[in-house]
């Protein structure tokens, strides 16, 4: 991630405003999120959310400072966020009942704010290139999924042999998630400068 965050600055270096900035923010709460989670323990888990969350909420305010924020694709076509609030839905059906009861609201909040952060990337649609919105889209999902197996690994959904696997399968879809965020913003920030 620190890798990421650096090839991010450096690959556009004449957009250093606001909305590069924040970005990087996202990426750099996000390397404190990955170094909470290393550590095992309750505490570590939280502190480890909460940095993901605050990279989020970066993320979504960085979407919401690209160009027209109104005439995103979820302002014409609200119902486009249907999917998005079914899978939220469906992942606190399976989840939720495994999830202590201490962790139940920290884990909701963080549930509602990456599904937040989704939306937000299908609103980037009509306000910068197809290339660049489709990227970033794919890098939000790619990051819902990471989360969202994490959490069934976490909270015991699936059976231990399967562990493994799951932890493979963070690693791949949160890094490529990561990487087409990063490269869907650098899209967007170049098409921006452009015009």
């Known amino acids: ?11 556009n270096t ?4 606001r909305i590069k900035k924040l970005f990087l923010l996202g990426l750099v709460y996000s390397t404190a999120g990955d170094v909470f989670l290393i550590f095992p323990g309750p505490s570590s888990f939280l502190l480890g959310l909460s ?12 979407f919401y ?16 966020t ?7 839905g ?9 999830v202590p009861n201490t962790l139940r609201i920290p884990v909701l909040i ?12 299908i609103n980037t649609f009509n306000r910068t290139t197809s290339g660049a919105a489709g990227t970033i889209l794919a890098g939000a999902i790619l990051f819902l999924l990471s989360d969202s197996i994490l959490a069934c690994e976490k909270f015991e959904v699936f059976s231990l042999d399967q562990a493994v696997i799951l932890r493979l399968s963070v690693m791949i879809t949160y890094l490529t998630g990561q990487y087409f965020l990063a490269r869907g913003m650098l899209k967007a920030l170049a098409y921006s400068t452009s015009k």
Not at 51 to 62: D, E, G, K, N
Not at 82 to 88: K, N
Not at 90 to 98: A, D, E, K, Q, S
């Open 1 to 11: 991630m620190p890798t990421l965050a650096l090839w991010f600055w450096l690959s």
């Open 14 to 17: 004449e957009q250093s405003g």
């Open 51 to 62: 940095s993901f969350l605050i990279a989020h909420l970066f993320y979504v305010v960085t």
């Open 65 to 80: 400072h690209l160009p027209n924020f109104k005439q995103g694709l979820v302002f014409k076509k609200p119902l486009i």
């Open 82 to 88: 249907a999917p998005v609030l079914l899978f939220l």
């Open 90 to 98: 469906l992942f606190l059906t399976i989840v939720f009942p495994n």
């Open 110 to 121: 963080y549930s509602l704010v990456i599904a937040l952060m989704v939306i937000s990337a």
